[in-house]
T-cell receptor, first 112, second 117 residues
Framework: RKEVEQDPGPFNVPEGATVAFNCTYSNSASQSFFWYRQDCRKEPKLLMSVYSSGNEDGRFTAQLNRASQYISLLIRDSKLSDSATYLCVVILFSGGYNKLIFGAGTRLAVHP | GAVVSQHPSWVICKSGTSVKIECRSLDFQATTMFWYRQFPKQSLMLMATSNEGSKATYEQGVEKDKFLINHASLTLSTLTVTSAHPEDSSFYIC?????????????FGAGTRLSVL
């Protein structure tokens, strides 16, 4: 079983739509959680951190459910510029380091 | 924000040659740098963790003699793919973690796309 699992998509949505991505992680010792965004052939960029209390940044809302080992990302009022791959990332302390474990990503395509 | 420079951004080489990729933290000192590899439509996979002045720690399944890592200073780490073969073609990305900031933050380089013919 993969450490971090995501629905690969693609999610094809019109501008203005609300879209939700889900992610599950297998290691209950995971410490921190993030959503990254990766554009085609580019490096991943931090989108937002994820907390049990929820985290909202403009049109983006992230939520963590530790009991279910489940992370979500909600995007409201989708823009064309939101088209990208969204990576779910957890941090594990292993081998003396905090390591980022990436999901394979969920592709979002926003169309006019 | 913190800037990590990775060079080259794209390299094409013949099978059997060695390729060196540089990762530099431009405005902060990085005690720890990480090297990842990403195959098409797959997740970033951590290859190794490198600390300035010490040997890199490789993840299981990564050949340390094939992927040589040198972290000679607090702002530079290099990854050398020795005797590259077509199956080594991939997107290699480095990241750097500032020693004096939140330990979970990593800043990524723009990546190097390696194509081995």
């Amino acid at each position: 079983r993969k450490e971090v699992e995501q629905d690969p998509g693609p999610f094809n949505v019109p501008e203005g739509a609300t879209v939700a991505f889900n992610c599950t992680y297998s290691n209950s010792a995971s410490q921190s959680f993030f959503w990254y965004r990766q554009d085609c052939r580019k490096e991943p960029k931090l989108l937002m951190s994820v907390y049990s209390s929820g985290n909202e940044d403009g049109r983006f809302t992230a939520q963590l459910n530790r009991a279910s080992q489940y992370i979500s990302l909600l995007i409201r009022d989708s823009k064309l510029s939101d088209s990208a791959t969204y990576l779910c990332v957890v941090i594990l302390f292993s081998g003396g380091y905090n390591k980022l474990i990436f999901g394979a990503g969920t592709r979002l395509a926003v169309h006019p | 924000g913190a800037v990590v420079s990775q060079h080259p951004s794209w390299v094409i080489c013949k099978s059997g040659t060695s390729v060196k990729i540089e990762c530099r933290s431009l405005d902060f000192q990085a005690t720890t740098m990480f090297w990842y590899r990403q195959f098409p439509k797959q997740s970033l996979m951590l290859m190794a963790t490198s600390n300035e002045g010490s040997k890199a720690t490789y993840e299981q399944g990564v050949e340390k003699d094939k992927f040589l890592i040198n972290h000679a200073s607090l702002t530079l780490s290099t990854l050398t793919v020795t005797s590259a073969h077509p199956e080594d073609s991939s997107f290699y990305i480095c990241s750097a973690r500032p020693g004096d900031r939140a330990k979970n933050i990593q800043y990524f380089g723009a990546g190097t796309r390696l194509s081995v013919l």
